[in-house]
DNA sequence: GTCGTTGCTGCAACATGTTGCGATAACAGC
DNA sequence: GCTGTTATCGCAACATGTTGCAGCAACGAC
């Protein structure tokens, strides 16, 4: 009997943290609320919007995309997750991010890379410096033609 | 009689070249795509997709929004517009687009500003050098927070 | 355990595009 | 002017979110 428990306490201290930094702003802890964590517990990199309706509506099946973008609102103030915008703009969404990152996307093939953060520092300085803008690292999206896709466009022309 | 003619033919003018262009490629000149191009010849700046579909129809009413997109698409094709995306990710126009510029964005306060081109330059040229990656200045959008919103944020906390 | 406060949910409507498809019409050739 | 080819149109359905609102329920207080 006891010897299934850890687990299952495990999960709960995983979530009670969670639940503490709710009540510390005057927000709640509900049923919709954990089974979105539980989602987000077994994501590893980035998720549509989309997509993660979708794997918490088979979890919860009565579960509206409203509750989970509105969910999702609130975990971004708290710094569990963060999002960026994919190729059609639509939101990509980072599980505890480690490092502030933004990425790369080309058109041309779909492709994605991460940026690094040393790439972006001198543009995020000179901003900063410049205009005394901080730029959101790990919102920024850049668009353009990534190498292979550039040496095909050459071949074709 | 021959004293109305002129506006007429420059109207005409204005548009044979769009037509010329579109027929090089095989593609054709329509009523539709003329109501847009009158729309877009009256536009200084930038527009989103929304506003032209609305301008579109007070022309015509009988518009639909995927005919103008569609249009939109082939426009850009031609190099007549492109697009960027503002602060929710939706679709901004900028019509004869003289210099490739990108955009700085603020959630805060929904300000917009241009970035002149040689404050990415070193970000294009880093890019490049380092991966072979082509960055679309045009269609740049760097998020964060402008000076202004930051010395609020300052005085709160 | 009950109560009151108020944050949260689910619904319905809406906003902004996108896509597949059958009907239409622009254009070149005659 | 006709005719044939095929790009384009309009419609309907869909994708991805967002927002207003009325009722529900999480939580702290007692
Ligand atoms: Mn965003
Ligand atoms: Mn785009
Ligand atoms: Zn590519
Ligand atoms: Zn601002």
Same mark, same amino acid.
């Given at each position: 009997?006891?010897?299934?428990?850890?687990?299952?306490?495990?999960?709960?201290?995983?979530?009670?943290?969670?639940?503490?930094?709710?009540?510390?702003?005057?927000?709640?802890? @509900?049923?919709? $609320?954990?089974?979105?964590?539980?989602?987000?517990? /077994?994501?590893?990199? &980035?998720?549509? +919007?989309? %997509?993660?309706?979708?794997?918490?509506?088979?979890?919860?099946?009565?579960?509206?995309?409203? @509750?989970?973008? $509105?969910?999702?609102?609130?975990?971004?103030?708290? /710094?569990?997750?963060? &999002?960026?915008? +994919?190729? %059609?703009?639509?939101?990509?969404?980072?599980?505890?991010?480690?490092?502030?990152?933004?990425?790369?996307?080309?058109?041309?093939?779909?492709?994605?890379?991460?940026?690094?953060?040393?790439?972006?520092?001198?543009?995020?300085?000179?901003?900063?410096?410049?205009?005394?803008?901080?730029?959101?690292?790990?919102?920024?999206?850049?668009?353009?033609?990534?190498?292979?896709?550039?040496?095909?466009?050459?071949?074709?022309?």
């Amino acid at each position: 009997m006891t010897g299934q428990r850890p687990a299952a306490e495990r999960a709960t201290d995983r979530w009670a943290d969670v639940r503490r930094r709710l009540r510390a702003r005057g927000l709640r802890w @509900t049923p919709q $609320r954990r089974v979105l964590l539980e989602v987000l517990a /077994g994501v590893d990199g &980035h998720v549509t +919007g989309a %997509e993660l309706v979708e794997r918490t509506r088979r979890i919860d099946p009565t579960t509206t995309p409203s @509750t989970v973008y $509105r969910t999702l609102d609130v975990l971004e103030g708290l /710094g569990l997750v963060s &999002h960026s915008h +994919g190729l %059609e703009g639509r939101q990509e969404f980072h599980v505890n991010p480690r490092a502030d990152h933004g990425h790369l996307v080309c058109p041309g093939c779909g492709g994605s890379w991460e940026l690094a953060p040393d790439e972006v520092a001198e543009l995020v300085a000179g901003l900063r410096d410049g205009r005394g803008f901080e730029v959101a690292v790990d919102h920024l999206t850049i668009e353009g033609r990534c190498a292979d896709c550039a040496r095909a466009g050459m071949a074709r022309a």
